[in-house]
């Protein structure tokens, strides 16, 4: 639903008439939501486990997030043409409702016992 949230924000672009910055805005939801996903779900997995195992699985997901930004960013600069502006909005679109997501899903989780994130062994 956050990822969704954040595709919506994006609607300008995706319904302009300029397909360069429809496509770099894409690519940069794309480049945010797919490993914020990914991460998210690995990190509600490790949640209440060993530290070792939770801090793995955030500075992966970060770690591939900034290298799919920076990459992207690099191409986005190559294209030009208000490319870096749509990418930005993207990588903004999807980065922002999921890190807020997340942050209030671990709050939330921290605080009520019975969802599954108590300490294991």
Known sequence: ???AIGAVTLLPW???????ASAWAAKGLL???????????????????SAK?????LA?????RLILAAVSAFFAARAGNG??????????AGFVP???????????ARS????GTEPRS
């Not at 195992?53 to 699985?57: M, T």
């Not at 999921?98 to 939330?108: A, K, Q, T």
């Open 14 to 20: 995706f319904l302009g008439d300029d397909q360069l």
């Open 31 to 49: 480049a945010m939501t797919i490993p914020g996903i990914a991460g998210g779900a690995w990190l509600a997995r490790e949640h209440g486990r």
């Open 1 to 3: 639903m956050a990822a």
């Open 60 to 64: 992966s997901g970060f770690v591939t």
């Open 53 to 57: 195992r939770f801090l793995v699985a």
């Open 83 to 92: 490319a870096g502006t749509a990418l930005l909005a993207g990588l903004a």
């Open 112 to 115: 009520v016992p019975g969802l």
């Open 98 to 108: 999921l890190m807020i997501f997340e942050m209030v899903w671990f709050v939330r």
